[in-house]
């Protein structure tokens, strides 16, 4: 099997405890759904992720990472005047504050040619990307996108997409609300989280959030909800489970990433409905009990040694 998750990735300044001193790290929502992804699968599966970058040394390490970490990068497309975003972590009293630098980020032509996406889908059984991958986008991108990802989907690939509602990153709350949900047209499997969709669409519960997501013509929804239970229809199937409850939440940061790694891992190979959110949930605890985007958890071999 083959997955490619489509986005930007960018460089993370963290702060380590010395004032002044950060680690160099990189990360980004459909990044960290790709990471996890790859630590989940068996290694006979492709993980790909599809970006584009610079030329420059700071973007060679970028790619050298990822590869590092089994994950797929030959598609990426490098542009020779541009680089990729950076965001750096601020604590200030135990809170953190984050500030980009992503305006004029090489993700952001990531579409441009459309031709070369649609070679990177090729044979993939699913295309994974998200609402912060729509919001970087030109409108003419988006729509390219859209059209490389209904070709995919009529050879027979599916497409999987977490709204993941960033409205600092939209003109306005409108045309983002317009844009997912047009994206979720397009789309075969859709993970939003509750809370942010609560406040962006209305919806007062979280079936009123599958309701609409169902009227958009998505097959198979989750909702997640925090701590709360998670919603979903899957193969016709409405089912809802409670997450395992954690002892210490650390660092909520890529929780619903890796929920969707999770999920999406289980899921794509067979699992029943209640397995797929069970170990969706599962790795999820694991990443907000640590600090940092990308946790160590245990990979594929591991995790069936160990009958998780
Ligand atoms: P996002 O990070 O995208 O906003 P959510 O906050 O809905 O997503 O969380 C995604 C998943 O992470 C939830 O479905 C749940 O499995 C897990 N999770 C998040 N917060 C908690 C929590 N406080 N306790 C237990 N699990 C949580």
Same mark, same amino acid.
């Given at each position: +099997?083959?997955?490619?998750?489509?986005?930007?990735?960018?460089?993370?300044? &963290?702060?380590?405890?010395?004032?002044?001193?950060?680690?160099?790290?990189?990360?980004?929502?459909?990044?960290?759904? #790709?990471?996890?992804?790859?630590?989940l699968?068996?290694?006979?599966?492709?993980?790909?992720?599809?970006?584009?970058?610079?030329?420059?040394?700071?973007?060679?390490?970028?790619?050298?990472?990822?590869?590092?970490?089994?994950?797929?990068?030959?598609?990426?497309?490098? +542009?020779?005047?541009?680089?990729?975003?950076?965001?750096?972590? @601020?604590?200030?009293?135990? @809170?953190?504050?984050?500030?980009?630098?992503?305006?004029?980020?090489?993700?952001?032509?990531?579409?441009?040619?459309?031709?070369?996406?649609?070679?990177?889908?090729?044979?993939?059984?699913?295309?994974?990307?998200?609402?912060?991958?729509?919001?970087?986008? %030109?409108?003419?991108?988006?729509?390219?996108?859209?059209?490389?990802?209904?070709?995919?989907?009529? %050879?027979?690939?599916? !497409?999987?997409?977490?709204?993941?509602?960033?409205?600092?990153?939209?003109?306005?709350?409108?045309?983002?609300?317009?844009?997912?949900?047009?994206?979720?047209?397009?789309?075969?499997?859709?993970?939003?989280?509750?809370?942010?969709?609560?406040?962006?669409?209305?919806?007062?519960?979280? @079936?009123?959030?599958?309701?609409?997501?169902?009227? &958009?013509? !998505?097959?198979?929804?989750?909702?997640?909800?925090?701590?709360?239970? +998670?919603? #979903?229809?899957?193969?016709?199937?409405?089912?809802?489970?409670?997450?395992?409850?954690?002892?210490? !939440?650390?660092?909520?940061?890529?929780?619903?990433?890796s929920f969707?790694a999770g999920f999406l891992a289980a899921h794509?190979t067979?699992a029943?409905?209640l397995a797929a959110l069970a170990q969706g949930a599962q790795v999820a605890a694991?990443?907000?009990?640590?600090?940092?985007?990308?946790?160590?958890?245990?990979?594929?071999?591991?995790r069936?040694?160990?009958?998780i």
């Amino acid at each position: +099997m083959r997955i490619v998750s489509i986005g930007e990735c960018m460089v993370e300044l &963290a702060p380590l405890s010395e004032p002044g001193i950060f680690r160099l790290g990189y990360a980004g929502d459909t990044f960290n759904t #790709a990471w996890y992804l790859r630590r989940l699968l068996p290694p006979e599966n492709v993980v790909a992720y599809f970006t584009a970058v610079g030329t420059d040394e700071t973007s060679a390490r970028l790619l050298a990472s990822m590869a590092a970490a089994g994950i797929e990068t030959r598609h990426i497309v490098q +542009m020779p005047d541009r680089t990729v975003g950076l965001y750096l972590i @601020e604590l200030r009293n135990g @809170e953190r504050s984050f500030t980009y630098w992503r305006g004029q980020s090489a993700a952001r032509t990531l579409a441009a040619d459309p031709a070369r996406l649609a070679q990177a889908l090729s044979g993939a059984r699913l295309a994974y990307l998200s609402g912060i991958t729509l919001a970087i986008l %030109s409108p003419g991108d988006r729509a390219s996108l859209l059209d490389v990802l209904r070709d995919f989907r009529a %050879s027979g690939g599916l !497409v999987g997409f977490d709204p993941n509602l960033r409205p600092r990153l939209w003109p306005s709350p409108a045309e983002m609300c317009a844009a997912i949900m047009q994206a979720a047209g397009c789309s075969d499997i859709v993970l939003p989280s509750f809370e942010d969709e609560a406040a962006f669409f209305a919806d007062t519960t979280p @079936e009123a959030t599958l309701t609409r997501y169902a009227g &958009a013509g !998505v097959a198979d929804i989750v909702v997640k909800n925090g701590a709360g239970p +998670m919603l #979903a229809r899957l193969g016709g199937q409405v089912v809802q489970l409670a997450p395992p409850p954690v002892a210490e !939440v650390v660092d909520t940061t890529a929780a619903g990433d890796s929920f969707n790694a999770g999920f999406l891992a289980a899921h794509l190979t067979g699992a029943v409905p209640l397995a797929a959110l069970a170990q969706g949930a599962q790795v999820a605890a694991q990443v907000i009990g640590a600090r940092g985007a990308l946790v160590d958890i245990p990979p594929a071999d591991a995790r069936l040694s160990a009958g998780i």
